[in-house]
């Protein structure tokens, strides 16, 4: 039987929330019914100060499964949620074999345990030992089109990167997303968790590049196994956005912790020091002469 560690953190999204627990469990059976090798899964969650009664519901529908509810100080944001639940999880670490990370927004495809595990198998056989594993998602209303997965460098100093397609073969890649993300006993006992200098973004991004400089193969998963929508606001979106605020406005917005420059500039220096000095004057620029920084960047 190999044995899982779940792990989510929530903010009233009650409603994607039991959606993301139904459509887990239900691939976990069609998984069970199929294969001789079970998984068994525990699922630790936290839930960061909901007002729209998340826990209540999971404890309504989920009443015979295996789920900890861990309740957050409603500060965590999503790095610290996901930490609070992953060192809970590790009170019985010998447990576990691997610990699967999710966001609570994404719907599981019923191929998710096999695409995991069939990654899991490739990685062994190609690599002789474990990795991180990255599970493709598209959008719900258009499953052609890639939302969440695997990226590699193009290029460290300018910061750019290639975002990955599913081939139906698994690759490697350098930076992860943990929308759905398996991660071996054997990584964390080399790297730990997520680092808890960050808050609520890069931790996921953070943790793949630290694994791949350590020699730790990363994966995408060789097809989709995940929906889930990005629904982040396009550069320019942004861009309008901030030049339309005042300068209390914008330092208000960029230190808000799902939206901080703190986040961002802590992922560069410990990813892409040689950056860093260019990146803070940008973030400066972007905070107090924002019309200058997108004419320097072309959005206009």
């Known amino acids: ?33 199929k294969n001789e090798n079970k998984i068994e899964i525990s699922v630790y969650l936290t839930d960061d100060g909901c007002t729209d009664g998340t826990s209540d519901a999971i404890r309504n529908n989920f009443s015979d499964k295996d789920i900890t509810i861990l309740q957050g100080t409603g500060n965590l944001f999503w790095a610290g949620g996901m930490r609070f639940a992953w060192n809970e999880a590790l009170k019985k670490h010998n447990k576990w074999d691997f610990y699967l990370l999710l966001n609570d927004d994404t719907d599981l495809l019923d191929n998710l345990f096999e695409e995991l595990m069939n990654t899991h198998q490739y990685c062994l056989e190609k690599y002789n030992k474990s990795g991180i594993y990255s599970g ?28 990955l397609k599913p081939t139906g073969k698994p690759q490697m890649c350098d930076i992860t997303n943990a929308n759905i ?17 960050y808050i609520h973004g890069r931790a996921d991004n953070d943790y793949s590049n630290t694994a791949r400089r350590k020699g730790i193969p990363v994966l995408i998963t060789a097809n989709f196994c995940g929906r889930c929508d990005n629904d982040h606001k396009s550069h320019k979106e942004i861009a309008v956005a901030i030049m339309q605020m005042s300068l209390s406005e914008r330092k208000k917005y960029f230190s808000h912790p799902i939206r901080s420059n703190k986040d961002y500039l802590k992922y560069i220096r410990r990813n892409m020091p040689i950056r860093y000095p260019m ?12 019309k200058f920084y997108y004419k320097l960047n072309g959005i206009r």
């Open 279 to 290: 990146v803070f004057i940008g973030r400066l620029l972007n905070v107090y002469f924002p």
């Open 136 to 163: 493709i998602t598209s959008a719900k209303s258009d499953h052609n089109k890639m939302t969440y997965g695997g990226d590699v460098w193009k290029n460290k100093f300018l910061g750019t990167t290639s975002r």
């Open 181 to 197: 993300l398996l991660v071996s006993k054997e990584i964390v006992d080399k790297i730990g968790i997520f680092w808890d200098g």
């Open 1 to 33: 039987m190999m044995k899982i560690a779940v792990l989510l953190t929530c903010f009233n999204r009650k409603d994607k929330t039991l959606s993301c627990l139904s459509s887990l469990y239900n691939a976990l059976s069609l998984y069970n019914d």
